[in-house]
């Protein structure tokens, strides 16, 4: 079992109501692979600029991460994102996004990362998407993607997810990529694309699973520590696939898909509670597991027959 993930590697300037930070570590990338490192075996791909710090791919090194195949573009300058957040936290704006070395990067994967059983497709240009998937023999892979893309590479997106089996999107997205307001016929335009998975992400709401033959959603988790959500999609993505790249991605059951579903929502919880990846690269399997116990409490009830009929 193995997990390739594409996606960006960044600096990121943020501010929330509970505080600011100017340049910290952030991109699809990393908050994938932090993530997903609590499963499984992951790799990453992607350029960063020489201003890219060693104590930053420390925070991926310590947590058993493969980058080797983090390359360093001479001369250039890492992906920049500055965004903001309202007192509504679901609500997040772009203020700044500097491609970068993003700009002209060709990837060039390793023997290993284009053998990974799965791949992730993180949040970047679409055309870069498609050069990673065409590059890789993953027997599953699955895409993310923003409004940003949506917007400006509409046809090479829509392509993109023509090659992959599970798309993970914000609710919102999904509704503007398919045209449709209800979330459920989203989910079936997008199937109709290629994909037979369709995860719809809603923030703090928890996050909705479609495939053929189920439909199951879950609630988010309901904590008060909240400080930035920033990341939050990509660490539940990396939940999601971890756990499945961990039982075998190319042969899943129903089952399988709910339980990665909580340990995606898992995830991103632990990843809002503090700045950027601040909370998931201290944090230990055990406070993985003690959630999973919570998440089941905050879900669980006793079935009993009405008393009136
Ligand atoms: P999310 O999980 O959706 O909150 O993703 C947040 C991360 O996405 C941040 O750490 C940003 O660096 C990164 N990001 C924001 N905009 C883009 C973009 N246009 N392309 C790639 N990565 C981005």
């Known amino acids: 079992m193995s997990l390739t993930v594409v996606g960006s590697i960044a600096y990121d300037a943020v501010k929330t109501p509970f505080g600011e930070r100017e340049r910290m570590l952030g991109g699809s990338a990393v908050h994938f692979a932090l993530a997903a490192s609590f499963f499984t075996q992951v790799r990453v791909v992607g350029p960063v600029g020489e201003d890219f710090g060693a104590e930053d791919l420390a925070v991926l090194t310590e947590r058993g991460i493969e980058t080797g195949d983090i390359e360093t573009i001479e001369g250039g300058k890492t992906f920049f994102w500055q ?12 203020d700044d996004t500097q491609l970068n070395v993003f700009a002209e990067f060709e990837p060039k994967l390793s023997e290993a990362s284009a053998s990974s059983d799965v ?6 240009v679409p055309d870069l998407q498609r050069n990673v998937r065409a590059a890789s023999s993953a027997g599953f892979a699955a895409l993310d993607s923003m409004n940003l893309w949506i917007e400006t590479a509409r046809d090479s997106l829509v392509a993109a997810i023509g090659e992959v089996d599970c798309l993970l999107l914000n609710d919102a997205e999904l509704r503007q990529l398919t045209d449709e ?7 079936r335009a997008v199937r109709e694309m ?23 959603a879950i609630p988010g988790l309901l904590i008060e520590e909240v400080a930035d959500p920033t990341g939050a999609g990509d660490s539940f993505a990396g939940g999601f696939l971890g756990y499945l790249d961990s039982v075998g991605a190319e042969s899943l059951n129903g089952d399988e898909l709910r339980r990665a579903m909580v340990f995606g929502s898992v995830m991103a919880s632990f990843n809002v509670e503090d700045f950027g990846t601040e909370r998931v690269r201290s944090l230990e399997p055990s406070e993985v597991e003690s959630r999973v116990a919570d998440f089941k ?3 669980h009830f006793n079935d009993a027959p009405l008393a009136t009929s």
């Open 83 to 94: 965004g903001h957040y309202e007192h509504d936290l679901n609500v997040a704006h772009t």
């Open 119 to 124: 791949l992730f497709l993180g949040n970047i």
């Open 181 to 187: 307001s209800n979330l459920a016929k989203a989910a």
């Open 194 to 216: 290629g994909p037979r998975i369709v995860v719809a992400k809603r923030g703090e709401y928890g996050a909705a699973l479609f495939t053929d033959d189920d439909a199951f």
């Open 297 to 299: 409490s905050l879900t």
